[in-house]
């Protein structure tokens, strides 16, 4: 008996359904990969810096370039390519991307010098770059509205998780392979990200001639270099902010004004100024950029507390601080879920209440590693639930012709706080210790200045929450 048109039509449903639910699974696989692995890029080569110092016969200073190479080109570059992928296509771009990032991770492991490794690590940046700018691009086209909460949660793991990875990971290869072995890595996962990614996103419509405007060059040379002033400003030095720092961060503010001027005048800007209007998508940078300054502080500041201010060995400052990456990771996809059910607007109002909590704890400084473990859970938890809710929020209204340049901004926002963390969190803790030699301080000098470094954190914390407060007033008032 032959089944009823009905029947045939139900079961065809099904089907395209199933293939559906497929595709968008091993889309979001792919994605997943292009940022772990691009996160994994930006702390695996850290831990080898010594190593690099000794196989190259050079200085600290030479081989910090490794490190800052990868750095200041996924800074630079990664609204232009959130733009051009808006522009001519974001499946070729992304897959062009991962090559480009597979291809210099081999260059990287073949250098027979420095110069040639520092120059492969910049192309490796500029791959990371568009992977991490379009990511969350083709997340929001091609998750449900319904879904995008949980799909910005299972990247928000992936990143943490890279992040994490990469010391303990870097350190286990070099000391099984090589230092060779730190790049080796990316080839098979690259290789499969690439097959994922060509097999499973959805192809790029059709645009019409009126649709390939012409890309904002000037625009893009103008930001890359104002982004470049002030993250070398950040970083040069080690810590020391002299006057070749100052002229640099100068050089960052004069380059942001003739930026905002030859946007405003461009026919096809790369940054569309009226996007900062929009309040969701202003507090939602900004708060990103507070947000990643502070996560930055446990980093940077954390482990000098824990060895100089609480007599811990390295091994033991290593697991200590291992349970920040892991809460992060564990709770990035239930956030997610939370963010699905009960909307952005709570979920981030939940998660800077959380860092807060956490970060004045911290600040008290008096409980030893039940003190600083207890808060760091809680904190790291907050920004999971901040990262998942504040992604959603920004990228779930943003028409499909500027996700990308947005992601772009919303992923520099993190990356500009990561660097200036690293820099001004690090100044505060220096000036409040009282000494700059840290090896020299006794554990009082430290403890003083990681309770001033949070509860300069907290004020951050606070300005954030304000701005999310103020932001979610002024569309009330809209409406």
């Known amino acids: 008996m032959f089944p009823s048109s009905h029947n045939s039509r139900l079961n065809l449903s099904r089907v395209d359904n199933a293939t559906g639910a497929s595709s968008v699974r091993g889309a979001l696989a792919g994605l997943s990969l292009a940022m772990l692995l691009s996160s994994l890029g930006t702390s695996i080569a850290n831990v080898g810096l010594p190593t690099f110092t000794q196989v190259f016969e050079a200085s600290f200073q030479d081989?910090?370039?490794?490190?800052?190479?990868?750095?200041?080109?996924?800074?630079?570059?990664?609204?232009?390519?959130?733009?051009?992928?808006?522009?001519?296509g974001r499946r070729l771009l992304l897959l062009t991307g991962i090559a480009l990032f597979v291809a210099a991770s081999l260059a990287c492991s073949l250098a027979p010098w420095l110069w040639l490794l520092v120059v492969a690590r910049a192309i490796q940046g500029f791959g990371a770059a568009i992977?991490?700018?379009?990511?969350?691009?083709?997340?929001?086209?091609?998750?449900?509205k319904e879904r995008i909460g949980s799909a910005m949660g299972l990247l928000g793991t992936m990143s943490a998780v890279g992040?994490?990875?990469?010391?303990?990971?870097g350190g286990l290869?070099?000391?099984?392979?090589?230092?060779?072995?730190?790049?080796?890595?990316?080839?098979?996962?690259?290789?499969?990200?690439?097959?994922?990614?060509?097999?499973?996103?959805?192809?790029?419509?059709?645009?019409?001639?009126?649709?390939?405007?012409?890309?904002?060059?000037?625009?893009?040379?103008?930001?890359?270099?104002?982004l470049a002033s002030y993250a070398l400003a950040m970083t040069v030095g080690r810590g020391h902010f002299g006057w070749f720092n100052v002229a640099l961060l100068l050089a960052g503010i004069v380059?942001?004004?003739f930026f905002v001027r030859v946007e405003a005048k461009a026919a096809s800007p790369l940054i569309r100024l009226a996007l900062f209007r929009d309040p969701v998508l202003s507090t939602g940078f900004a708060s990103s950029f507070l947000v990643t300054t502070v996560v930055m502080a446990t980093l940077v500041v954390g482990p000098f507390y824990l060895s100089g201010g609480l007599n811990l060995t390295a091994?033991?400052?290593?697991?200590?601080?291992?349970?920040?990456?892991?809460?992060?990771?564990?709770?990035?996809?239930?956030?997610?879920?939370?963010?699905?059910?009960?909307?952005?607007?709570?979920?981030?109002?939940?998660?800077?209440?959380?860092?807060?909590?956490?970060?004045?704890?911290?600040?008290?400084?008096?409980?030893?590693?039940?003190?600083?473990?207890?808060?760091?859970?809680?904190?790291?938890?907050?920004?999971a639930l901040f990262q998942a809710a504040n992604n959603t929020a920004v990228?779930?209204?943003?028409?499909?012709?500027?996700?990308?340049?947005?992601?772009?901004?919303?992923?520099?926002?993190?990356?500009?706080?990561?660097?200036?963390?690293a820099s001004a969190m690090g100044a505060v803790f220096t000036i409040a210790a009282g000494t700059s030699d840290m090896l020299g301080a006794n554990s009082q000098q430290i403890t003083n200045g990681f309770q001033v470094t949070f509860a300069v954190a907290s004020v951050l914390l606070v300005i954030a929450l304000v701005l999310m407060g103020m932001s979610a007033t002024s569309r009330r008032a809209r409406r």
Request: overall charge neutral; charged content about 10%.
């Open 63 to 88: 081989v910090q370039w490794i490190v800052l190479a990868y750095l200041l080109a996924v800074t630079t570059l990664i609204v232009s390519a959130g733009r051009l992928g808006d522009l001519f």
């Open 131 to 144: 992977m991490m700018a379009l990511t969350m691009a083709f997340v929001a086209g091609t998750v449900s």
């Open 163 to 169: 992040t994490a990875l990469g010391p303990s990971l």
């Open 173 to 226: 290869l070099i000391a099984g392979f090589g230092w060779q072995a730190l790049f080796m890595i990316n080839l098979p996962l690259g290789l499969l990200a690439l097959l994922l990614a060509w097999r499973y996103l959805p192809s790029d419509p059709e645009r019409s001639p009126e649709q390939r405007v012409g890309f904002d060059v000037p625009g893009m040379i103008l930001l890359a270099l104002t």
């Open 315 to 383: 091994p033991q400052v290593g697991l200590v601080m291992s349970a920040g990456p892991v809460i992060a990771a564990l709770t990035g996809i239930p956030a997610g879920r939370l963010v699905d059910r009960f909307g952005a607007g709570a979920v981030i109002v939940l998660g800077l209440v959380a860092m807060v909590a956490g970060s004045l704890t911290m600040a008290a400084a008096a409980l030893g590693i039940p003190g600083y473990v207890g808060p760091l859970v809680v904190l790291t938890a907050g920004y």
């Open 255 to 257: 380059g942001l004004g």
């Open 395 to 421: 990228m779930k209204e943003v028409s499909p012709d500027q996700r990308g340049v947005v992601s772009g901004l919303l992923n520099l926002s993190r990356n500009l706080g990561l660097v200036t963390g």
